[in-house]
C-alpha cells in the first residue's frame, strides 16, 4: 500500500480528501442528531424525520444522479458538489440559531442530494488515474478510511458537540470539506465529460429518461451486474433488519446495559480496519471477495445469537466485520473491472438505490417481526438472507463466466495527467 501511495501521488491527495470528508461527515451526523434531540426534547418522531430527510433522495433522485454524473465531467462535478455541501453546513448554522427543525430537515434533504453528487461520479474518477491492477488497492484505501472513522467518528464527533455546541460543529465541519474540495481541486485529469448524444439532447427530461433508461439495460446486460442486481435484494434485508434489532441483541439477548452498544461498534470499527489490510493482500479476483464476504457476513450475523455470552457476540461481529470488508472492497473493484467508464454513475446509482430500498422495507418489518418472533428468529433470519444471497451471487458468477465475462477496456485516454 505504501508503495501505491508513493508511486501514485493523485491518489494520495484523493485519498487524504477522502479523511476530511469522512471525518466531516461523522461530525455532522453526529451534530446533527444531537441538535435534533435537544431541539425536539427527544422525540423519536423528529429523530425518524431526520433520517427519513437523510434517505429520501436515494430512492427519488438516486437514479437521475447517476445520468449526470456520467454525462458531466467528473472532477467538476465532485467540486461542485462539495461546494454545495458547505454551503448546506452554512444552513443547519442559521436553523440552529433561529431553532428550526423544519431548516434542518430540509438541510438534511439537500445535504445527502450533495453527496450523491460527490459519490456517484468518484468511481470514475479515480479510474482516470489508477491502473486496473491497483484499483483494488485502491478500494481498501477507501475502506481503512471508513473503517478508521466508524472507530473514532462517534466519539470525536460527540466530544466537539459537548465541547464547541452545535454550530461550531458544523463550521468545522464546512472546514473540513473545504480542505477535501482543495485536495480533489490539486489532482490534474484531463477533461472526462461524456457529451449527450444529439438524441438525447432532444428534450432535456425526455434525454435524461433516455439515458437513464440506457443505463438499467446495460447494468442488466452487464453479465459482472446482473448478480450485483440480485445480491443486492439480499444484502438490503439482511442489513435492515439487523440494523433495527441490533441494539436488542444488547439489551434483550445479553441483558447488558444499551450503552455498551458503542463497545461493539467499536469492535466492528477495528475489525473493519484489520479486513482492509487482509483483503487488499488476498489474490481473489473481486466478483470472488464478493462471495466469500457474503457468506462470512452471514454466518457473522447469525453468530451473534448462538450462545448469550458477550465474547461469543464479539466473535461473530470480528468475522462479519472481515466479510464487510470483502464485500465493499470486492463491490467497488468489480463495478471498476467490468463497467464501461461512461456508465460507472449510472450502474453505481442503479446498485445503490436497490440496496438502500430492500433496506427501508426490512426495516419498516423489523420492529413487527422482532414483537412477533423475538430478537432471536429475526437476527438468524438476517443471517440465513444474506448467506442466501451469497450462493445466489456464486451461481449468478459462475454462470457468467461461463457465458464469457471479461473485463472492460481500462479507460487509457482518460489516464493520462
Known amino acids: 500500500m505504501l508503495a501505491f501511495l508513493k508511486g501514485n501521488p493523485r491518489y494520495f ?24 434531540m435537544d431541539l425536539s426534547g427527544n422525540s423519536p418522531f423528529s429523530v425518524s424525520a431526520i433520517l427519513f430527510a437523510e434517505f429520501a433522495p436515494i430512492f427519488l433522485i438516486g437514479f437521475f444522479v447517476g445520468v449526470f454524473a456520467d454525462r458531466w465531467d467528473r472532477k467538476r462535478t465532485m467540486l461542485g458538489a462539495i461546494g454545495f455541501r458547505v454551503l448546506i453546513m452554512l444552513l443547519f448554522v442559521v436553523a440552529i440559531l433561529s431553532e428550526s427543525l423544519w431548516m434542518i430537515y430540509i438541510g438534511a434533504f439537500l445535504s445527502t442530494v450533495g453527496s450523491l453528487f460527490y459519490k456517484s461520479p468518484a468511481p470514475a474518477f479515480v479510474m482516470q488515474f489508477v491502473p486496473r491492477e491497483d484499483l483494488k488497492t485502491a478500494m481498501s484505501l477507501r475502506q481503512i478510511t471508513n473503517s478508521t472513522m466508524m472507530l473514532i467518528g462517534p466519539a470525536t464527533g460527540t466530544v466537539v458537540y459537548m465541547t464547541w455546541g452545535g454550530a461550531w460543529a458544523l463550521v468545522m465541519t464546512a472546514l473540513l470539506m473545504l480542505g477535501s474540495l482543495l485536495l480533489i481541486y490539486v489532482v490534474k485529469v484531463p477533461p472526462s465529460a461524456t457529451p449527450a448524444t444529439e438524441d438525447s439532447k432532444k428534450g432535456k427530461l425526455r434525454g435524461v429518461m433516455r439515458e437513464m433508461r440506457d443505463g438499467f439495460v446495460y447494468s442488466w446486460k452487464n453479465l459482472a451486474v446482473r448478480p450485483l442486481l440480485f445480491t443486492q435484494i439480499f444484502i438490503g434485508l439482511g442489513s435492515g433488519l439487523i440494523n433495527v434489532v441490533e441494539i436488542f441483541i444488547i439489551t434483550e439477548f445479553l441483558g447488558l446495559p444499551k450503552e455498551m452498544l458503542s463497545l ?41 445469537v448462538a450462545y448469550p455470552a458477550l465474547w461469543v457476540t464479539m466473535a461473530a461481529i470480528l468475522v462479519f466485520s472481515l466479510g464487510n470488508s470483502m464485500l465493499t472492497i470486492g463491490l467497488g473493484t468489480t463495478l471498476q473491472t467490468y463497467v464501461a467508464f461512461e456508465y460507472q454513475g449510472r450502474t453505481g446509482t442503479t446498485v445503490m438505490t436497490l440496496f438502500n430500498g430492500f433496506m427501508v422495507i426490512a426495516m419498516l418489518t423489523a420492529g413487527p417481526l422482532q414483537a ?41 485516454q482518460h489516464a493520462q495527467a
Open 13 to 36: 491527495c484523493y485519498w487524504m480528501a477522502t479523511w476530511l470528508s469522512e471525518f466531516g461527515d461523522w461530525m455532522r451526523n453526529m451534530a446533527l442528531l444531537y441538535i435534533v
Open 372 to 412: 412477533l418472533f423475538s430478537i432471536v428468529p429475526v437476527v438468524l433470519a438476517s443471517g440465513i438472507i444474506v448467506v442466501i444471497g451469497g450462493a445466489v451471487c456464486y451461481y449468478m458468477y459462475r454462470v457468467a463466466h461461463k457465458a464469457g465475462m471479461q473485463p472492460v477496456p481500462p479507460p487509457s
Open 264 to 304: 461493539l461498534v467499536t469492535v466492528q470499527g477495528g475489525s473493519m480496519l484489520v479486513g482492509a489490510l487482509l483483503v487488499q493482500r488476498m489474490k481473489s479476483a473481486p466478483e470472488r471477495l464478493l462471495v466469500y464476504g457474503l457468506l462470512l457476513m452471514g454466518v457473522g450475523l447469525a453468530g451473534m
